[in-house]
């Protein structure tokens, strides 16, 4: 179970990178937010802005993902 949830925990944190660079060649969503207004408008506050957005949706991703994989451990529970 805990191998299971990490592996969901990579796939998501991928495809939160991936909708990132889609959004960079104009699929939509947060990449696109930022290259539209951020590079091609010259407002680097707004591409700042998305930068920390989704390096925090990957952190917070990542340590929630770990968190309940370390939680179903059952190895880990009985020592």
Do not use: C, K, W
């Not at 991936?18 to 939509?28: F, N, P, Q």
């Not at 707004?46 to 370390?70: F, T």
Request: glycine share 14%.
């Amino acid at each position: 179970m805990p191998g299971l949830l990490l592996a969901l925990t990579l796939a998501v944190v991928s495809l939160l990178g991936y909708s990132a660079m889609v959004g960079a060649v104009g699929g939509g969503g947060l990449g696109d937010l930022g290259i539209r207004y951020g590079y091609q408008r010259f407002m680097p506050e707004m591409m700042l802005a998305v930068v920390v957005v989704l390096i925090a949706l990957v952190q917070l991703v990542q340590s929630a993902g770990d968190y309940l994989a370390r939680r179903v451990n059952r190895r880990l529970r009985h020592r």
